[in-house]
């Protein structure tokens, strides 16, 4: 079974068994689980459920296999002809995460 679901201000189209990486989610820590209410769409073929905005009362169960940093993000900004220039970056909070369970 597939779902569409959105978290983290992202879409995913997920299956049981597969692994995202996903922005943190605040407050887990590693082995902890996930639920995710925001379910778009649910089902595969024929009978595929889509919500308005979203389905009443599907959920999408995931594990938190690790939360860790992404590579560094390097943000350069430069004027050209006016000596302007600026090295800046930062690594982004992820968290891992695995589907366990799709449920409608």
């Given at each position: 079974?597939?779902?569409?679901?959105?978290?983290?201000?992202?879409?995913?189209i997920v299956s049981e068994?597969?692994?995202?990486?996903?922005?943190?989610?605040?407050?887990?820590?590693?082995?902890?689980?996930?639920?995710?209410?925001?379910?778009?769409?649910?089902?595969?073929?024929?009978?595929?459920?889509?919500?308005?905005?979203?389905?009443?009362?599907?959920?999408?169960?995931?594990?938190?296999?690790?939360?860790?940093?992404?590579?560094?993000?390097?943000?350069?900004?430069?004027?050209?002809?006016?000596?302007?220039?600026?090295?800046?970056?930062?690594?982004?909070?992820?968290?891992?995460?695995?589907?366990?369970?799709?449920?409608?």
């Amino acid at each position: 079974m597939k779902a569409t679901i959105k978290t983290q201000g992202r879409q995913f189209i997920v299956s049981e068994g597969d692994t995202l990486t996903v922005n943190r989610f605040p407050g887990t820590e590693a082995g902890s689980t996930v639920e995710i209410t925001d379910v778009l769409s649910i089902g595969e073929g024929a009978d595929t459920k889509i919500g308005s905005p979203l389905v009443d009362g599907a959920v999408v169960k995931a594990s938190v296999i690790e939360n860790k940093r992404d590579k560094k993000v390097i943000i350069f900004k430069k004027k050209k002809r006016k000596g302007y220039r600026r090295k800046r970056g930062h690594r982004q909070e992820i968290s891992v995460i695995k589907i366990d369970s799709i449920s409608a």
